[in-house]
């Protein structure tokens, strides 16, 4: 088990690095491949020149059905008018556009910090930046609270409630 | 010090690897080419080599065939890194003659248990 006071750049079996990463322009494709490229993220990074990050596209941010009408043969002949000028605006996606603000911390700061972090932004991971700023890793919400989430027993519940 | 050559086009990778393996006293060069990664491989004899099976044009798998192919190099341990779910290069990668493989991303003690087991295996820890 590793702390959660525990700081972000000691965390050796925890920090994940060479985290899934796009650039702004990348289209859709390039999103799903870089999504599927990494399925504990849950997430494409979205970084510019050196490595600085600009993002975060969630998988929450694609629009399944719109993969689904993308994807050869599922569904392509079922494309109503309305479908096919959300496929035509579904191609012009680029990562810039459906991008979000990232959670993110630097190495110094600990595990809760990045819990606290992707508690805010509503995410599941959290891009961890080395001492120039650059994208270095990530964090996964789940695995960092597999360790420290404690089920009380039944009868410690029942006490709880007692006024 | 234990040296372990990087042949990949991202520089982050490289920034990555040095961040792991550092501490440890293992030195990381980058080269961003098959060519040039083969060419240092010849001129230097690394401790191992980490080798990013899609290079970017340059076919990474040449690249293991080749070191492979070489008495100079042929010792040298080759450790692929594949994408995690890419299980087709993985085969691929132990096919050209691959020692093992470091699926991204990695965290940084399995990175350095592998290296290390490697270098071990070498002679070179």
Redesign the interface.
Known sequence: MTPLTTPVGEADTLLHLVPPVVSPHDDLRALVRCIASDPVARCAFVAGDGGALLGVVPVDEIDRDLLMLLAPGLGSELVTPRQAARLAHGLDETAQRLMRSAASVRLGDTLAVAVQRMSEHHQESAAVLDDSGALLGYLALFELLADAVVTPRPAELREARRP | MATVLLIDDE???G??LR??LSPHGIDVVQETSAAAGVARARESAPDCILLDVDLGGDDGLDACRALKADAQTAHIPVVMLT????AASTARGFEAGADDYVP?????????ARIAAHLRRAGAA
Not at chain 2, 83 to 86: F, K, L, T
Not at chain 2, 104 to 112: A, D, G, M, S
Request: aromatic residues 10%.
């Open positions: 520089a982050r990778v920034a990555a961040f792991a994408g995690m779910v890419d991204k991303p990695f965290t940084p003690r399995e990175l350095h």
